[in-house]
Nanobody, 126 residues
Framework: QVQLVESGGGSVQAGGSLRLSCAVS????????MSWFRQAPGKEREWVAS????????YASDSVKGRFTISQDNAKNTIYLQMNSLKPEDTAMYYC???????????????????WGQGTQVTVSS
């Protein structure tokens, strides 16, 4: 069973940076679309960025493109989300998610992802 454990959240002032980590275990198949989502209070869960496990091809939403970078360290079985130039509107619970099979280029709906972490809170103050 795939398990995802996020860490690295916290509180930061606007313009600051954080790096989130997602430790992955229980993977028995090497083709996954690994993604980050976020959910602010009272809002729907929103796709942030994805990386295809085989090619390391990355995708990012327009709202974070140029500020956030998703990456993977296969030796450590860890996915990262480097977040720079943070804004108050980035405040949310951030979740790591996995979908088997790839298709990262169009997977954006939370319902497409079978595996989820417990989330890590990011708070950005102005």
């Amino acid at each position: 069973q795939v398990q995802l454990v996020e860490s690295g959240g916290g509180s930061v002032q606007a313009g600051g940076s954080l790096r989130l980590s997602c430790a992955v275990s229980g993977v028995t198949y090497n083709r996954y679309c690994m993604s980050w989502f976020r959910q602010a209070p009272g809002k729907e869960r929103e796709w942030v960025a994805s990386i295809y496990s085989v090619t390391s091809t990355t995708y990012a939403s327009d709202s974070v493109k140029g500020r956030f970078t998703i990456s993977q360290d296969n030796a450590k079985n860890t996915i990262y989300l480097q977040m720079n130039s943070l804004k108050p509107e980035d405040t949310a619970m951030y979740y790591c998610a996995a979908a088997a099979g790839g298709a990262c280029s169009y997977l954006r709906n939370p319902a497409d992802f079978a595996y989820w972490g417990q989330g890590t809170q990011v708070t950005v103050s102005s």
